[in-house]
């Protein structure tokens, strides 16, 4: 897998029933790196939405799919020489087939560098 070693699962706790905050270390070491882009490393949005999928499985539980994303908005570029943790604050709505969430990722100084809304769906092979 690709994301192996790319990322640590520092902190992941809830703030209530529906509030869930991860923070996560990005390797910027990972061979990632090397592609996207030398010299100049760049996070992927891709990975960073990966991170978000992984971080709302382990809280739950249940191996999820992407359904539905919406309203996403990439606000920094994340150099991971500069500043490698990210605080994830993940508000989930359960729905009758998964779950609606609405994802705030930043740094820790508060400067936004995602929001999106996302529909996920429990795998169907669970």
Same mark, same amino acid.
């Given at each position: 897998m690709l994301l192996d070693d790319f990322y640590e699962v520092l902190d992941l706790k809830s703030e209530d029933d529906q509030t869930v905050i991860a923070l996560v270390k990005i390797n910027e070491e990972h061979r990632i790196f090397e =592609?996207?882009? %030398? /010299?100049? %490393? *760049?996070? %992927? =949005? *891709?990975a960073m939405l990966q991170i978000l999928k992984n971080c709302l499985e382990i809280h739950l539980g249940e191996t999820l799919l992407m359904q539905r994303?919406?309203? *996403? /908005?990439f606000l920094t570029v994340v150099d991971p020489t500069i500043e490698n943790i990210l605080t994830f604050t993940i508000e989930i709505s359960p729905q009758a087939e998964g779950f609606k969430i609405k994802n705030h990722t930043s740094f820790r100084d508060g400067r936004s560098i995602l929001k999106c809304n996302v529909t996920f769906v429990k795998h169907p092979n669970q």
């Open positions: =592609g996207h882009f %030398p /010299k100049n %490393p *760049v996070t %992927p =949005g *891709v994303l919406s309203h *996403v /908005k």
